[in-house]
């Protein structure tokens, strides 16, 4: 969500199974929950580009996964070793990646992650507990406006 945007009310939507295109190839598959994977889409939000896979790879199977050179991509680890372009990424672990045109992911063992990329905004991250914003007085304006109950605003 780029900055302008930040404050818009929220897009939800439920993803069903059966709507999800799963993608088999040699040594495992994706199953693409959100976006876009090579030719194929699935769901599209307002706020996006953002682009959710949920991979399975065998145990000694590796995939090369496409992405744009200008995302920001994060890979969720579930269960299984893998390594990310030779480098290892524990089971039950995150890694944000560097920027690139393609990710090489190789399994040492039967895997399950997540590929998760979007457009990388450059923006600040301030935590303030469970708050997260762009700046302090951001944080500090959210509790103020938590507190008087005026922090989620009405649907247009």
Sequence with gaps: VMNDE???DPDYHIIRNSDIEEIAFEGGNIRLLAGCYEDREGYKGKHQPFDMYDVSLYSGASVSIPVPDFASVMIFSFSGEIRVGGTPVEARS??????????EIAADSDADFLVLSSVETGERVVWGNTVIMTSERDVETAYKELEKGTFFKKQK
């Design 94 to 103: 995150a890694a944000k990646l560097s920027q690139g045109d393609v990710i």
């Design 6 to 8: 930040k404050m818009d």
